[in-house]
């Protein structure tokens, strides 16, 4: 059955209505090529966030290390102070005119066992490192999405043939607010490197 | 308790491989050896005369599961112990791993506890069979 022919009245009020559509998607396009934010939003804070979140991952990481090579420093003179009190107890009730103080026999017999907190508390900390590698799995999770919305905004800008525009310096607007922590990869403008280059740049300016 | 039992812990994060590696030297299993990924544990696991195998799931380049179907399907390989020590805590996930021969499963964060408990039963049922 061949479909109905509109009549010239709703043929006309088509024309106007796909009209009326195009001129606000002209328009729609229009904006969207003068939207400065979009812009920054994809070319710069966006690939932001993704240095911010790979710097986090990497402060977590060197911190988690720090504190593991310290508990693998303090494991073995915990064990060796058991195992030194223990000897010296056992000294005491073995060799002839090795008697113990009371006071220093207690201390002994105080020190094994308090070592041996000391040793499952060392335990303790080592495990609670195992965050770095659970908040680690959830940063890299977010950094594919940071990933991904990156490349849809930027197929965006590039249909709607956006020109870019050259990042700002490090006088923001937004600097007022602070920065945090410096960040490789995201730049803020010159900044210092450690307190040696803050003494520095404070003596410079007469402080 | 066999001290002398060599371990391959694969995890892609430094720290998690260092906690296992002193968890497990605590527990009088002083030879660790370590991967990041299965696509590097894999050749060792073959080279190397390993006794006991603990690997993630979730890691670049070849994850645990795979890892672990790997283990299973070489003749060498197929009756190593391997426990499976993850983030990764869906029902489905654990029924998969335990289809695909996992030996024991361990969920991230865990205790020093928990950890010895599933090696000494997966080695005492090794010993049993």
Known sequence: MPAAMPTPDAHSQLTLEVRRVASELQSA????RVDSKLIDLAQRQVPDARHRLAHVIRLTDDAAHRTIDLVEQCGPLADRTVQEAGELLAQRATGPGTALAPQVSAFLVRTGKNMQSVRANL?????????QDL???IIRGVMTLVDELEHALGELLRIAGAEPEPRPGSATADGWRGHGPMIPGVDHGPAVSDQQDVDALLSNLGM | MQPNMNFLVVDDFSTMRRIIKNLL???GYPNVTEADDGNTALPLLKAGNFDFLITDWNMPGMPG???LKQVRADARLAKMPVLMLTAEAKREQ???AAQAGVSGYVIKPFTAV???EKIDKILAARAAA
Do not use: N, P, R, W
């Open chain 2, 65 to 67: 599961l795979e890892l």
């Open chain 2, 25 to 27: 030297h605590d527990l």
């Open chain 2, 94 to 96: 654990i029924v998969e």
């Open chain 1, 29 to 32: 396009l229009d904006h969207f």
């Open chain 1, 123 to 131: 335990a303790e900390v080592l495990l609670a490192q195992g965050y």
């Open chain 1, 135 to 137: 908040t680690g799995q």
């Open chain 2, 114 to 116: 928990t950890l010895k």
